[in-house]
């Protein structure tokens, strides 16, 4: 079984502050696929980046950054000098080897995040 | 392009009733997912289709829910009869195969439809 945990329920930061989002995961499959989606006020979800398990390097996408450590199953995610527009929820996820009929993404509970202007 | 369209965004039904969420995918997008959003559970996968084939449905929560995709560009979800424990906020996304039927899970989801049962 897949399991994506956030333990953070809430973080709030001052705006410009540095903040992580933490997710640790648990799978049995050897390859897998890890992900982060963004939900704003206006309710859908957005696709912040993927990763594949072969793949440990860190990403950074403008003041976004990912750390993904295969060691300790966790895939943390960093933003760099909030601001207000970054106020949502973030959630992480995990998706099983891209085999057909096996299009499953398991989310995390998310982490609602408030940057304090 | 236009993105997911969900409708309606609001409903409001007393229980008992039949509720018919509707989804309008991403032309040319090969997948459809409806996920349920609720407090206690999270989001939850209830069924998802390729390419108009209902693939896998074992996360719908028992027989008064059914989902049906007649054509590429709609896709509906109905729950008959409705329970107070069915309020939550469903989503529609959709997402495109990069060929071989390869999974990117880049998911384009929808506002959602937030249903209340009273």
């Known amino acids: 079984a897949q399991k994506v945990t956030q333990a953070q329920t809430e973080i709030s930061v001052v705006e410009k502050e540095d903040v992580t989002l933490d997710c640790v995961y648990e799978?049995?499959?050897?390859?897998?696929?890890l992900f982060w989606y963004k939900q704003p006020p206006s309710g859908e979800l957005v696709f912040l980046i993927r990763?594949?398990?072969?793949?440990?390097q860190n990403e950074i996408s403008g003041r976004y950054s990912w750390n993904f450590q295969k060691s300790t199953s966790s895939f943390n995610f960093t933003i760099t000098a909030s601001q207000v527009v970054d106020s949502a929820v973030y959630f992480c996820a995990l998706s099983p080897p891209s085999n057909f009929g096996n299009e499953k993404l398991t989310f995390g509970t998310g982490t609602r995040l408030t940057i304090i202007p | 392009d236009a993105g997911v369209i969900q409708s309606p965004r609001h409903e409001v039904t007393e229980m008992g009733q039949e509720v018919t969420l509707r989804c309008k995918p991403i032309?040319?997008?090969?997948?459809l997912f409806w996920y349920r959003q609720t407090m206690m559970r999270g989001l939850e996968l209830l069924i998802y289709f390729n390419n108009n084939v209902p693939i896998d449905d074992s996360g719908m929560p028992e027989d008064r829910f059914s989902a049906k995709m007649p054509n590429a560009s709609f896709s509906t979800l109905k729950i008959q009869p409705s329970e107070p424990r069915d309020s939550a906020v469903y989503f529609c996304?959709?997402?495109?195969?990069?060929?071989?039927?390869?999974?990117?899970?880049?998911?384009?989801f929808g506002e959602g439809s937030r249903l209340t049962v009273l």
């Open positions: 990763r594949n398990s072969f793949d440990e």
């Open positions: 032309s040319g997008h090969d997948y």
């Open positions: 996304a959709s997402s495109q195969d990069r060929g071989h039927l390869i999974f990117t899970g880049e998911l384009f």
């Open positions: 799978t049995r499959d050897t390859t897998y696929y």
